[in-house]
Each structure stands twice: as C-alpha cells, then as structure tokens.
C-alpha cells in the first residue's frame, strides 16, 4: 500500500520540483478556461459564473495555504475558472445590437475602414450607424456594405461620413454547422449587420479636424505607395506596411495561400519583427557612431525605448487587428526584458504575451491568427533553443549560420503551423518551405527596411528610391507565389478534422515543448493520437444551404452540389471542408441530382427528396409534398402541406443550415442555431429541426 501512495506522490512531486519552469502552463491554463466558454452547448448563466467565482477564489486559497504538493494544480484551477470568468465579461461587455430583420432603405455612418470582400468588391465598415425608421438602441454599432458596381460620385476615404441605399441582414452563421462562425467573429467585433449596395455611395460630411487622424494617415500612405508601386505589386506593399489591402485582386490572394506565402502580407509577428529590429539596429548604430553619446547613454536601452514606440505607431498605423496586437505585445515584453537587462526570447515571454492578448480578447483564442502565431512563436523559441545546445554553430563558417538559421526557422515554423493551416484551409502546401526560403529573406532584408526609409524619407520627396528597391522585392515574392501556386501537386486537399483532433495536437506539442522533465516525451503521444482522430470526423450525407437555395449530397464521386451557380461561399467551404478542391461547376456535374433547375430530384437513405427553387416554385409545392418524402424549397411557407418535411426559408431561418447524416440509428440532423449562445440571436424553437426516418439501411443508402 505505501508503494502505491509513493507512485501516486510521483506525479505531484514532478510538479513540485517544476514550480519554477511552470508559467507557459499559466496560459495553457487559461486558454483551456476560455475554450470551455465558448464551447458550451448553452450560454452560462448567473448558476455558472457563481460556481466558476467560487472555485477561482477557493482554488486561489488553496494555492497559497493547501497542502504543499497540491498548490500547483490549485493554482492551475485558479487560471482556468479565470479564463471562464474572462471570457463570459468579455462576451456581456462587447454585446451590441444585430439587426433582428431584412433591411432595404439608406444607410448613412462614418468610414472607419475600407477592405474588399470574397468577391473583389470595395467594402466599407461604417460607424455612427443611421438607418430609417429603426431606433437607436436597436441600430447596430457598426455595419458593413460591399460596394457592387462603379462609384461614380465619390471614392469613400476614412473617416468620412456617408450615405448609401443598401441591403442588410444579420451576419451569417456557418455555412453548416460546426464550421466557422462568422457570426460570433462578428459579434466581438461589435458589428451588427452586413449587406451590400448596387447604388451610388454619397459624402455627406468631411472629416472632422483630428478625427480618425490615423486611418487617413495609412490612406495618405497607401495611396503614396501605390502611385510609385503600380499593380498588384504597389497592393502588396501597401498591405505589408500599412495593413490596407483594397487593392489586392483575389487571384494574388489565392497564390499568395496556396504557396504558404500569406503571413507575409499579414501584419503580425514577422512583419512587425522585422521593421522593430531595422529600428533597432539603426538606432543603436547611430549611437554608436557618436563617442560622446555613446559612452553616457546605455545605447542598447534607447533604441529598445525608440523601437518600443515605433512598434506602437505601427500597431495603430495598420488599424490593430488581433493578429498585429499579438505581435505588439509580444515585441512590448521582448523590449521590456531588454530594458530591465532580463533574458528576452524565452517561453515565459511567450506566456505572459499569451496571457495579457488572451484576458483582453479572450475571443482571440478561437482565430487561426492567434492560433498559428503564437504556435510558431513558441515552436521557434524552443526550437532554437534545444539547438543551441545541439549544434555548435561557432565551428562552421560565419556565412553558414544565416543559412542554417533561415533553413531551420522556415522547417521549425512550418511544422508548427501545419495542423492549424490545415485545419483552416483544408489543404496542404506541398513546396511551401521553398516558397519561404526564397522569399522571407527578402521581405527581411530587402522589403520592411525600404518600407521603413521611404516612410522617413516622404516628407522630404526623397522616397522614390527606397520606394523603388521596395517594389524589386515586392515583385519577386509574387513571382515565387504565382510559380509555386501554378505547379502541379502544389496543394493537397485535407478533410476537416473531427473535434478532438486539434486540442489534442495542441496540448500535446505545449506539453512536449513546456514540461522541463523527460516525461514531456508523453506529449508525442498526444499529438499522435490527435492525428490519427483526424480522420475520424466524418463528413455529412446531406447539407442545406440557410437560405435553401443550395444543397450538397455525399455520392459515389464526392459531394454532389444541387446548382452550378449562386450560393458559391457555401459551396466552396463544403467541398474544402470534405477535401475536396474541385469548383462548383464541377461538383454540380456529379452524379446525385436530376431534373430540371428549379426541381432537382435526389435521394437520402431510401427517401425522395425534391428541391425547388425560381419562380412558380410555391404553386408547385402540393403536388411535390404528394409524391417525395422531403422537399427543401427557398421560399417562405406560412402553411406548409401535410404528407412530407418541408423544409422552407421559415424553417430556415430558426435552424440555420442543416446537416444530414445518416447512421445506424436513422437520420440525424443538426443546425447552426441549435446553441443559444450570445452571438447566436433568438434561440431555436422547439421542433424545429425536421424528423426523418431511413427508408434504407445506412449501408444500403452509402452505396
């Protein structure tokens, strides 16, 4: 028995002798916290918060004056019902209006950022909403408008305020469920309605003296670069430097994700990086360069408090996004260790970065951005340091280490980030470490410094040549993008994985990275088990679009898709999320449906189903419910016909899109809205979601 007792005290003995090396754990923590907020089923109410408080606080207790092997996994409590805690007042604080209907009249508000949608359309995001006939405390914050078409009066410009007849709608949930919700991004953004215009847009009013002094700035800029850079190659620059990426066509994009090369236009930890450490080294070499000054001021200490700053205006300049303020923070600690002369590049770093993004923007720890950075910021940390005690970079020729370093970053980087790419994009960049080896060098050496000088230099008219070296670099990266996207087997199609897959992975590499012991080895296993429940998600049988207007069905030769136009975000997710890079073109040639456009026949598990669509499509409901077992049509149905499942806009509307899948049991169907979450809005009604029964056995049905 005392044997027993003694193997049992191992564990908490481990973590005693690691009490030291445990902060990392303090953001794992956390994020586990957070992650179970935004992962209930239901939204938490008075009951929850209440419990989560209390074991925050008792958990605090014990982890001061418990029982000493046990303080640890007191305190690793503690954090976690934090970031319960955290998360919950994040989502109760940041709650704003959502426009509970379908409206069509003028839209009048403040420019306060300007983008281009899936589509290549100039999109705008409004503030200081306005809209007819809707009180205020029901007009959303804020709202987004594509601009389709010409604009032939005006050009909007930041911090404008204009007025434009437009469309709008609540943002949309995922296109089925458990796929990403663009609805909560939405909702922590505070933005309450999205649509689009095909009508001219109008000034109103000018920008007022000091307002949005920052936002005109990085257009002032953005244009500069763009008149000197033409093309593609001048909305690169721009959207490297200043976060303003109007101007970039969807083609570019595309290359720029299928060859592993879309960090580079992200302003986050690299860009950042970059520009910080030119600031850096300028700095600290000019104080050099001056004796007197150099032997009274600690030069290293001024350029740490300089870069500091031009990290902060950087941070405001490209409209601080979540991905730029993770970089912002993590280059504030890294500065902040070399003001205080502590070590600065090390896991604690990386924590006590984590840490302070996640209890500001707890939301954060759902977006890939957060996800990849900061895997790759760790994995980097760690990397480097177990090969500096590996290799022994001081034998080797000095031209040799850049290389090993380049090399071995790109390797170490692309590892880590892998799975959430994956996960996100649902494909594999095959030759995306040599797209990086020939091109980060020259966003390093050759892109952020020119960017940098010609930003110093405009005011004085001198930025012709920086701008000039800057525009060589910029059109070599999007050669090497356009090259590696073109070659044949340059993607490689991934399944979404099932939704054990990525927090398996993810705790298994913190713990392979973190622990200080050999037992981290068991981290391995983790993320091999994560890896092989990749797989294991299983994709639906059947999916209907939330407006019903498109539907997917699994066949013999993949995902059959009911239309070859229209619906074509809902279209293109399904297929990648099942592994598929084909088009919609493609996929609605395969085998699965027949019939005419607006009446494409099909079948589910022995079931006939019938889809309509266009007009006249109501008068022909009757008819249809009498001769199929589910009929899915895009029209409101006040009174839908007895006989079969009808599933219309009005059904929709409670459920969202639907999923089908067909098991052993019959027919399961799930919706988007089924979680009455926060950002979900009115919450699904009971009997909501059709009933089906299987005509056919599952394996029946499969083949």
Not at 65 to 92: D, K, N, S
Not at 183 to 191: G, Y
Request: net charge neutral; aromatic share 8%; with cysteine.
């Amino acid at each position: 028995m005392a044997a027993v007792g003694q193997w049992l005290r191992r564990p908490l003995d481990a973590l005693e002798a690691a009490r030291g090396q445990l902060m990392p754990f303090a953001a794992v923590a956390l994020g586990i916290g957070i992650g179970l907020w935004f992962l209930l089923p239901i939204e938490p109410g008075r009951l929850h918060y209440a419990l989560a408080l209390a074991a925050c606080l008792g958990a605090v207790v014990l982890s001061v004056a418990g029982p000493q092997p046990l303080r640890v996994l007191f305190a690793f409590v503690a954090v976690l019902a934090l970031g319960f805690l955290a998360a919950g007042l994040r989502g109760h604080l940041i709650a704003a209006p959502v426009l509970e209907f379908r409206y069509y009249g003028p839209v009048e508000g403040r420019v306060v950022e300007i983008d281009r949608s899936s589509s290549d359309a100039l999109r705008i995001t409004l503030d200081r909403v306005v809209l007819e006939d809707v009180a205020p405390k029901k007009t959303p914050v804020m709202v987004r408008v594509s601009l389709h078409g010409e604009q032939p009066f005006h050009s909007p410009a930041p911090g404008e305020t204009v007025i434009v007849t437009a469309l709008l709608s609540a943002p949309d949930g995922p296109v089925e469920p458990g796929g990403f919700d663009f609805r909560r991004m939405a909702f922590f953004d505070r933005l309450g309605a999205v649509g689009y215009t095909r009508k001219p847009l109008l000034l109103l009013e000018k920008p007022a003296t000091g307002e949005e002094v920052i936002a005109r700035l990085r257009a002032w800029l953005s244009a500069g670069m763009k008149a000197h850079i033409p093309g593609d190659a001048g909305a690169f620059a721009s959207g490297a430097m200043t976060g303003d990426r109007s101007g970039i066509t969807q083609e570019t994009v595309a290359a720029l994700r299928d060859s592993s090369l879309a960090h580079l236009l992200a302003i986050s930890g690299m860009n950042l990086a970059f520009l910080v450490t030119f600031v850096f080294v300028l700095v600290r070499t000019g104080v050099a360069m001056v004796p007197p000054l150099a032997l009274r001021v600690n030069a290293k200490k001024v350029s740490a408090v300089l870069s500091l700053g031009v990290a902060l205006f950087y941070l405001l300049l490209s409209g601080a996004n979540v991905a730029t303020e993770r970089a912002f923070v993590m280059v504030a600690v890294v500065l902040g260790a070399v003001l205080l002369d502590r070590r600065a590049i090390t896991l604690r770093t990386s924590a006590i970065a984590a840490i302070l993004l996640l209890l500001a923007r707890p939301e954060s720890l759902m977006e890939p951005g957060f996800q990849m950075s900061f895997a790759a910021t760790v994995a980097l940390v760690w990397g480097f340091s177990v090969l500096d005690h590996k290799v022994l970079l001081e034998r080797w020729p000095r031209w040799t280490v850049p290389v090993f370093t380049l090399v071995a970053s790109s390797v170490i980087a692309g590892f880590a980030t892998a799975p959430y790419a994956a996960a996100t994009f649902n494909r594999f960049t095959d030759y995306g470490l040599l797209a990086n080896l020939l091109t980060v060098p020259v966003m390093g050496a050759v892109v952020m410094p020119a960017g940098a000088v010609a930003a110093l230099l405009a005011p004085f008219g001198l930025a012709a040549l920086p701008l000039w070296v800057m525009e060589q670099g910029v059109r070599w990266i999007l050669g090497v993008a356009h090259w590696i996207a073109g070659l044949e087997g340059s993607v490689t199609a991934i399944p979404e994985p099932s939704a054990l897959a990525m927090p398996l992975i993810t705790l298994g590499g913190l713990w392979l990275i973190c622990w200080p012991g050999r037992a981290r080895l068991a981290g391995v296993a983790v993320i091999a088990a994560g890896l092989a429940l990749w797989p294991m998600a299983g994709r639906p049988d059947l999916l209907i679009s939330g407006d019903g207007r498109l539907l997917g069905l699994i066949g013999p030769e993949g995902r059959a898709l009911s239309w070859a136009k229209g619906g074509g975000f809902a279209a293109e997710n399904w297929l990648e999320n099942d592994g598929d890079l084909v088009g919609q073109q493609a996929a609605a040639d395969r085998p699965g449906f027949s019939g005419p456009r607006g009446e494409r026949e099909f079948s589910l598990a022995g079931l006939s189903g019938l889809a309509l669509s266009g007009k006249g499509a109501e008068s022909k409901l009757a008819s249809a419910c009498a001769a199929h077992d589910l009929v899915v049509i895009a029209v409101w149905i006040d009174d839908p016909p007895e006989g079969c499942v009808v599933i219309d806009q009005k059904r929709l509307s409670q459920t969202g899109a639907l999923a089908f899948r067909v098991t052993r049991s019959g027919i399961s169907v799930t919706g988007t809205r089924q979680s009455p979450r926060l950002w979900v809005g009115k919450p699904m009604l009971p009997g909501a979601l059709p009933v089906l029964v299987a005509k056919e056995a599952p394996l029946l049905a499969a083949q």
